[in-house]
């Protein structure tokens, strides 16, 4: 199943055909209810607090670009829930993870990935968590405001205790954090062992209800995506509106295979 989001255009196409329409308003799902305590209440995550528990005010996520009910910008949250949408509907609304990927450098995968996971989040009961596993450039990490905290990278380095990562909750309502933390290896030595994989398993496992996003580096910048994709059961890459060969598109497609290929998005950011 293949469907392209123009963001900016409300369009979208399904096995071949384009249709340029608005997309309906899809709220009837967007009650926020407090789900920390599924998260929380779970021995193989140990979710710290930061400083800023409260919700983001609109300016703020705003600023940081983020999708939430009561925005202004009406056209870009429908999008983002017309795509929630269809994910959901080819997963027959069982959880997953997604790796999010973008075929060249500055893509906006961490665009579309902040953005996924906030509108999963939206849901009624659901939450989701949002994974930085781009250790070299930790787009996700410096959103959320998580610099310094430890990650991703100190669990899979052993350096906390035994199956215990650090989820982090967030200005957005039943979104998690992971960041990437400071533990300065190679990142490829990191996820090829198999606590990468299990860490992703046990968390769509024994957390039916949460969905988990990882925000991985472009196909062309990184060895890391390749194994990282491995662990997932979805995978989709974001496309800039301009400057992506067709050759080098089929290539991207292609190496996203290793997991399920849902869809690409192009990226054309107005928000």
């Not at 384009?18 to 021995?43: F, G, H, L, M």
Request: proline share 5%; glycine share 6%.
């Amino acid at each position: 199943m293949y469907f392209d989001i123009k963001l900016g255009l409300i369009g979208f196409s399904v096995m071949g055909e384009v249709y340029e329409k608005r997309a309906k308003q899809d709220n009837s799902d967007d009650t926020v209810i407090d789900t920390r305590a599924s998260v929380k209440n779970i021995p193989l995550f140990r979710c710290e607090a930061p400083t800023h528990l409260e919700t983001w005010p609109a300016n703020k996520r705003d600023k940081k670009k983020l999708v939430y009910p009561e925005m202004k910008n009406r056209d870009i949250l429908n999008m983002f829930r017309n795509l929630r949408t269809k994910l959901m509907t080819a997963a027959k609304d069982k959880n997953f993870s997604l790796l999010i990927s973008s075929a060249v450098p500055g893509g906006g995968a961490s665009f579309i990935a902040s953005n996924i996971a906030s509108v999963i989040a939206m849901q009624r009961a659901k939450s989701a968590i949002l994974i930085d596993a781009n250790l070299y450039n930790p787009d996700i990490t410096k959103l959320f405001e998580l610099e310094g905290k430890p990650g991703l990278s100190e669990y899979l380095a052993g350096d906390m205790g035994a199956d215990q990562a650090v989820l982090y909750p967030t200005g957005v309502p039943n979104l998690y954090v992971m960041p990437a933390g400071n533990v300065v290896e190679e990142g490829l030595e990191l996820f090829t062992g198999d606590r990468m994989k299990r860490l992703i398993k046990n968390m769509t496992d024994r957390l039916p209800r949460v969905y988990v996003v990882l925000d991985v580096p472009s196909l062309n910048d990184s060895a890391d995506t390749p194994i990282l994709l491995q662990s997932c059961q979805k995978s989709m890459l974001v496309l800039p509106s301009e400057g992506v060969h067709q050759e080098k598109l089929e290539a991207s497609i292609e190496s996203m295979k290793l997991a399920e290929f849902v869809g690409a998005v192009y990226n054309n950011n107005r928000l």
